[in-house]
């Protein structure tokens, strides 16, 4: 709050020792969304009395990945902090990258009160296995007429970042 933070961003993070961003079969367990659960209400706990929510990202490797995990985990955390880093692109899997539309209009019908920060990316699946390759939002998979459209719906301006690709890649 001295530094002027509108929110802390984070997320639920995996098991795998190599990093937590990366898979790991006990990332989906009952017991590890209990570790995330109570992990985010410590955080809370030790941070009580401020204002700033704590943004909490989708990461596809991780448990807290779908809007309606997003939902489970405020629900199951209770403390009205717990808000949302909307990145549809993080929640990508072979079920949802072609209809990305859908998924979005979910995040928004199911996450907009909550949402306060966005992530701009884009991907393209280009091979028979799932491996979905980092390309300029507009140029891949995602749906950014409707992405865009619904932000700007929102009852108050959000900041939407543009992640990852070097600036020489941008038209």
Not at 12 to 41: Q, Y
Not at 71 to 91: H, S
Not at 102 to 123: G, Q
Request: charged share 25%.
């Amino acid at each position: 709050e001295r530094m002027g933070l509108r929110h802390v961003l984070t997320h639920t993070g995996g098991r795998n020792p190599k990093g937590k961003d990366r898979p790991h079969p006990d990332n989906w367990t009952r017991e590890t969304w209990e570790m995330s659960v109570a992990a985010i209400r410590q955080i809370l706990k030790d941070t009580s009395g401020s204002k700033i929510p704590l943004a909490m990202e989708a990461v596809n490797s991780c448990n807290n990945n779908t809007p309606q995990s997003h939902v489970r985990l405020k629900k199951d955390v209770g403390d009205p902090r717990v808000k949302v880093t909307l990145d549809p692109t993080n929640m990508l899997h072979p079920g949802v990258v072609f209809r990305t539309t859908e998924l979005i209009n979910l995040c928004f019908d199911l996450l907009s009160d909550d949402i306060c920060y966005a992530h701009s990316k884009d991907v393209q699946w280009n091979n028979m296995l799932p491996g979905l390759e980092w390309v300029v939002p507009g140029t891949g998979v995602m749906d950014y007429e409707t992405y865009l459209v619904r932000m700007s719906r929102l009852k108050e301006p959000r900041p939407l970042f543009i992640e990852f690709l070097p600036k020489e890649q941008y038209p």
